[in-house]
């Protein structure tokens, strides 16, 4: 009898985690319908500087990342990762309202901070939830494949947004107003989602030191290269507020979202479905240069062309790390304490982004925007040369450890 081929070894993705991708993809168009028009009203309607809404996108993200420390801990803690998934994408889509009826940027900021609250209680139990129930084998495809339609919500929410402002003659509010409708479909999808059909039991772990260093050392060095990854990319709100600085008209601002979007889409799901194969270490790699390449080319231009090659770069910079870092956490995380894991992780990587994004728009403000991308370039190769201090890390399965040679930088052995 013929032993199986590897294709056919290799386990199928979950169907509860393509559930879960439609409802990110609903939820993300409804998300960036907001995002790509949001700083237009900020700077046009409402007067706002870059530093602010550098300060505003900061805080947001920063929020979202620091929510889910809780989010994270409260899932493992009680057992179960779907409630707080259905109260995190339930609070967003009710909040959407509120951005149409903003008359000023404190109710804006309001609206924006609810928002991104809403992503932080969903994202560490989601992401634990995808850990949980994607095979090893699959994991890199598993996390690349909900982050792809993830971002192709991503893609089609700001051309639904430039048909809209074409239709209802630049009509920002009105437009707001249609972001709504994604949402609710999203929730009403969640809502009928089955349960896992095995809960885990209960694990808390203690947020002391002693406690957070059961997590493994493996863990820490992922968590410091997290946070020089986020010092180096900081919010996209700077590439839109980049198409207005060169002259796109506004109506044609979203495009930038959508061209982001789309690289990021098509190459998200390729790169975690190689990530099971070779190095996640050499593809993060590979995804810094990318963004090094994305500042240079956009504190350059000064025309469309220029602009659109940087955002391409920018979202190819996307599809080459972010799945692949949160494959990383299910990797060397206890299954247990998976949700901890990732909320301490975007913890860590949320204050960073914070510094990050008010860095960008004071340096925006003083020197002008070539020194924002500069200085993101200039952190970008910073951050990969760090890259080897990853090591060689073991994937937890089972709750055993097994060693994993996708994670090896190259040129280092496999430990034995």
């Known amino acids: ?16 985690i393509w559930a879960l991708g439609f409802v990110s993809l609903f939820t993300d168009m409804s998300s960036e319908m907001v995002h790509g028009l949001l700083p237009v009203l900020l700077a046009g309607g409402l007067g706002a500087s870059a530093l602010v809404i550098g300060m505003i996108e900061g805080a947001a993200e920063a929020l979202v990342l620091v929510t889910k420390v809780f989010s994270g801990y409260l899932s493992d803690a009680i057992g179960r990762r779907k409630p707080l998934v259905l109260l995190g994408y339930g609070l967003a889509t009710a909040v959407k309202p509120l951005f149409p009826l903003a008359d000023s940027v404190a109710m804006v900021t309001t609206a924006r901070l609810l928002d991104r609250f809403g992503k932080g209680i969903r994202g560490a139990p989601r992401d634990a939830l995808v850990g949980d129930l994607a095979p090893p084998e699959v994991r890199g495809a598993a996390f690349g494949l909900r982050q792809s339609m993830d971002t192709i919500g991503a893609v089609i929410g700001p051309l639904l947004a430039i048909g809209l402002m074409w239709l209802l003659a630049d009509d920002i509010r009105a437009v707001l107003w249609w972001a709504v409708v994604p949402g609710i479909v999203a929730v009403l999808l969640l ?11 209960p694990a808390r772990l203690p947020l002391t030191r002693a406690g957070l260093a059961r997590l493994g050392p493996a863990f820490a ?13 900081f919010s996209e709100a700077f590439l839109v507020l980049r198409a207005s600085d060169v002259g796109m008209p506004m109506t044609y ?3 930038v979202l959508v061209v982001m979007s789309a690289v990021y889409a098509l190459t998200a799901y390729p790169a975690g479905h190689l990530s099971d194969r070779m190095s996640r270490a050499a593809i993060l790699a590979v995804g810094m240069v990318m963004l090094a390449l994305a500042d240079v080319a ?25 799945g692949i870092v949160a494959s990383l956490i299910a990797d060397v995380a206890p299954a247990e304490h998976r949700g901890t894991a990732f909320g301490v992780f975007n913890l860590v990587s ?5 510094v990050a994004s008010i860095l960008a728009g004071w340096l925006w403000d003083r020197y002008g925007p070539a020194w924002t991308f500069w200085t993101g370039a200039g952190l970008s190769a910073l951050t990969l040369l760090l890259i080897p201090a990853l090591g060689s890390v073991s994937v937890r399965r089972d709750g055993e450890r097994r060693h994993n040679p996708g994670f090896r930088p190259p040129g280092l052995k496999p430990q034995t």
């Open 221 to 233: 060095r992922l968590t410091v290269l997290g946070a020089f990854f986020s010092l180096a990319r």
């Open 298 to 322: 956009l504190a350059l231009t000064y025309n469309p062309i220029g602009l659109f090659v940087g955002v391409a770069l920018w979202g190819l910079h996307m599809g080459l790390t972010q």
């Open 350 to 354: 949320g204050v960073a982004l914070l």
């Open 253 to 255: 601002v979203p495009l």
């Open 191 to 201: 809502i009928r989602l089955p349960e896992p059909a095995h809960e885990r039991k």
């Open 1 to 16: 009898m013929n032993a199986p081929s590897t294709a056919q070894a290799r386990p199928a993705i979950p169907r509860t």
